[in-house]
């Protein structure tokens, strides 16, 4: 999956907007159910040392992760997936 648009731009940059506290990126993850899954994900993602908030929305799919910087894809993905879920995607 490419993350570059037609034009040429990268469409990640579009999901990730700065607030005064970090970098807040949200993401398409597949497999959540339940209080049991956002409590879960809460738990795991943030965890992680840039994590600063984690947000976890059931009924769109989506965990919007706040990180001190640029956040390592790779990373949440393995975190996710250890988990028992699928990171399929920043959103659009």
Known sequence: MSCCTPDGSCSTKSTAQADGEGLTTVYNVAGMTCGHCK???TKEIGALASVQA???DLEKGQVAVT???EP????LAKVIDE???ELTARAA
């Open 67 to 69: 990180t001190t910087g």
């Open 39 to 41: 409590d879960t994900l």
């Open 54 to 56: 984690v947000d976890v």
């Open 83 to 85: 988990a028992g879920y």
């Open 72 to 75: 390592d894809d790779a990373q």
